[in-house]
């Protein structure tokens, strides 16, 4: 399973675009990239998952490059309820059947 | 539509007691997913079920650890008897299960916090 690495914490403010990225050198070919958002007191949420170039959805964007060893998560312009966890997450899911494989994530915390 | 349930929201027991956790995932969805995260640690997985089927129980920490999906409906985790270390937050996700793409969305509840005194 490709491990990923992002960072622990960002700081942004309100209004911003904030752009998180998570590399995961080891990724397999079956391999999709998933995001997922925590926030406190409740569970992951799925945000957007891609497997390559660039996904867009009403949330956020995902790029990827080709070689794929990276991704990342754009937020547009966030405000203070973006403020969580998030995490990057890649695997061939049903194959590995079901299970995700979650990193410690990056808290980001948005400022007024 | 409601989302995946968990009870309780908040256990405390003292060590050596049993624990009962539920969770009700989204009606219609086959797969249903235990993880939970223990204090400073991440998100790990402990099993999965397919209905009322063990798919893949190999995050469970040890026998003490119980899973039952009875009817492929909600399921159950049985802590007994419970240790200080299994304090943490126990997260239930489901999914639909009928994906033929890689990945099928898991939605998560909102977690129960099990406190081991």
């Known amino acids: 399973l490709a491990k990923t690495t992002q960072p622990i914490s960002m700081d942004s403010y309100e209004g911003q675009e904030v752009n998180i990225t998570c590399s995961h050198n080891n990724i397999a070919t079956n391999d999709y990239i998933t995001w997922y958002q925590q926030f406190p007191s409740q569970g992951p949420r799925f945000i957007i998952q891609?497997?390559?170039t660039k996904v867009t959805n009403e949330v956020a964007s995902l790029f990827i490059p080709a070689d794929r060893k990276s991704s990342t998560l754009s937020l547009p312009r966030v405000s203070l309820s973006d403020t969580a966890v998030y995490y990057c997450?890649?695997?061939?899911?049903?194959?590995?059947?079901?299970?995700?494989?979650f990193g410690q994530g990056t808290e980001l915390s948005v400022k007024p | 539509e409601a989302g995946v349930t968990q009870f309780p929201s908040h256990s405390v027991i003292e060590k050596g007691q049993t624990v009962t956790l539920r969770c009700d995932p989204i009606?219609?969805?086959?797969?249903l997913y235990w993880y939970r995260r223990v204090m400073g640690k991440e998100i790990k997985f402990l099993l999965h079920?397919?209905?009322?089927?063990?798919?893949?129980e190999s995050g469970m920490p040890n026998n003490r650890f119980l899973a039952e999906r009875t009817g492929g409906t909600y399921s159950t985790l049985k802590v007994q008897p419970a240790e200080l270390e299994d304090s943490g937050v126990y997260f239930c996700?489901?999914?639909?299960?009928?994906?033929?793409?890689?990945?099928?969305?898991?939605?998560f509840g909102p977690g129960t916090r099990l406190t081991v005194l």
């Open positions: 009606s219609g969805h086959d797969n």
């Open positions: 996700a489901s999914s639909q299960g009928t994906a033929t793409t890689s990945t099928d969305t898991q939605y």
């Open positions: 891609g497997y390559k």
């Open positions: 079920f397919v209905k009322e089927s063990k798919q893949d």
């Open positions: 997450l890649v695997g061939a899911f049903v194959l590995q059947g079901g299970k995700l494989i």
